[in-house]
């Protein structure tokens, strides 16, 4: 079933301190336009730089995920993106005066908040999703981390921790669905064992950090120094430990707050993979690095596997134009008319097909020992399919002609032989405005892209058109 990608219906703010820096910052989130994705921009930066959420800018995964583009950084992005994630929304603008988000109480639940104020809004176009059709795993053998994706019928999350100690131990937190993302995750608060603490501390990190905004698990007996020190840095009378091994700071949502606040981490850093994904991802002692080795590489998979993607069409279908239709509306016959059918005609797209066959007659002279099909007819074949097209957007495409105005990024990737079955497939990149018709294109046979490329086309009124010169352009 298809679904609309979303956005938010205006924009709205949030203020805070940064946990690191320890710096006021306020971030807005700005609808965005259809495949924008998830986008930061540092206004506090001149010229204000744009940074990605992609997995493959992460350049820092220590103590948060860190983005860099050009020497421009967004630190700990991954509750905010948790929360735009689990919030079902595709596109959005997170526009911040500081270098990374406020912390808040450590969660996600105030970004969601937020962000539903906003009110969230169906955009005209399809949403991108990625259907896990294969296990695809990352581990690290110095950690034993290890997540896995696998197929399943909905976005699905199963985080598994061992912390290998008596006052956490072992955890399991798990969603089935992402509509369970609000009430059951975005509100778990980041944790650390006291002995992190103290070394953070003392390392001039968590500047923004106090007792409000991190549970402490106290992995260790307290000395009575150490309690000293606690109460002068975040300004308390008293500091004690409950039966719980929970620094008295906090009260626990969930006993198993740690795993599910695991489960926000994972779910911010894939978002950085830039796709919905549709699978059952299982993460076994999770965290930034691995979480965002994994998005990498599942990023790889899903720019490899869409670029080679042969879309499946039912080729045994009625047509919705045979040859006779076609002839119709293109002004090229026989030996030079490319395309046998249209399989899909819409205002933006178009699916076409071309039976090759031996008695081509371009096989006689072109390597009539080995007959390929020549690579400036395969695009002249693709040009002829997005003529169909381009002719969509007048009343009388009978009476208007198409000519060629540019070629850009032709490739060709394996030869087309006889008894290849093409698969045309073209789409707008741009509204055709002026007559001018901008197309990207793909040719797939056997299974494979063997051709692809950029088309510029101009749709004249047959009385207005003259001859194409060889400067000018040819006819489709």
Do not use: W
Not at 9 to 23: D, N, Q
Not at 250 to 266: G, I
Not at 280 to 299: C, E, R, W
Not at 383 to 410: H, R, W
């Amino acid at each position: 079933m298809s679904q609309k990608q979303k956005t938010i219906a205006r924009e709205v703010k949030i203020s805070g301190i940064g946990l690191h820096t320890g710096k006021q910052v306020s971030m807005t989130f700005k609808p965005a336009p259809v495949n924008n994705g998830y986008t930061f921009i540092r206004a506090d930066l001149e010229g204000h730089p744009v940074v990605e959420a992609d997995a493959n800018l992460v350049c820092s995964t220590s103590r948060g995920t860190t983005l860099e583009k050009r020497g421009v950084k967004v630190f700990t992005t991954e509750h905010t993106l948790a929360a735009v994630s689990g919030c079902d929304i595709d596109n959005i603008i997170i526009e911040m005066d500081g270098p990374e988000p406020p912390i808040m109480d450590g969660s996600a639940k105030y970004y969601i908040e937020v962000l539903e104020s906003a009110g969230i809004v169906e955009q005209d176009a399809e949403r991108k999703i990625y259907v896990i059709k294969d296990v695809i795993s990352f581990n690290d053998p110095a950690t034993g981390s290890e997540i896995i994706a696998m197929p399943a019928d909905d976005f699905q999350i199963t985080t598994m921790v061992d912390f290998g100690t008596k006052v956490l131990g072992t955890q399991n937190a798990y969603i089935k669905n992402i509509s369970e993302f609000k009430d059951q995750i975005g509100c778990c608060r980041t944790f650390c064992f006291l002995h992190e603490l103290e070394q953070l501390i003392n390392n001039g990190l968590i500047k923004g950090g106090d007792l409000t905004n991190a549970i402490v698990y106290v992995d260790k007996e307290i000395s009575e120094e150490t309690m000293n020190h606690l109460k002068r840095i975040f300004h308390r009378d008293q500091v004690t430990v409950k039966p719980n091994g929970v620094l008295d700071n906090l009260t626990l949502h969930f006993p198993n707050e740690a795993a599910r606040h695991k489960l926000l981490d994972v779910m911010g850093d894939l978002a950085l993979v830039g796709r919905r994904i549709q699978g059952k991802i299982i993460a076994n002692k999770p965290g930034h690095y691995v979480n965002t080795q994994f998005a990498k590489k599942l990023s790889k998979v899903i720019h490899t596997e869409e670029r080679n993607m042969v879309p499946k069409y039912d080729i045994t279908q009625k047509p919705l134009m045979d040859i006779n239709d076609i002839a119709k509306i293109l002004p090229h016959r026989p030996p030079f008319l490319l395309v046998d059918k249209i399989l899909e005609l819409s205002e933006n797209h178009v699916v076409g097909l071309k039976n090759v066959t031996m008695n081509e007659p371009f096989f006689v002279g072109h390597f009539p020992g080995s007959p390929v099909m020549p690579g400036v007819l395969q695009i002249e074949a693709m040009a002829q399919c997005g003529g169909i097209l381009a002719l969509k957007s007048v009343p009388d495409p009978e009476n208007y002609l198409t000519f060629f105005m540019k070629i850009e990024q032709a490739k060709f990737k394996h030869q087309v032989s006889p008894g290849d079955t093409l698969i045309f497939n073209l789409h707008l990149v741009s509204p055709i405005r002026r007559g001018i018709c901008h197309m990207e294109g793909y040719i797939y046979a056997n299974n494979k892209v063997v051709c692809e490329a950029e088309l510029m086309a101009l749709i004249k009124r047959r009385d207005d058109a003259t001859p194409a010169s060889s400067n000018e352009g040819q006819a489709q």
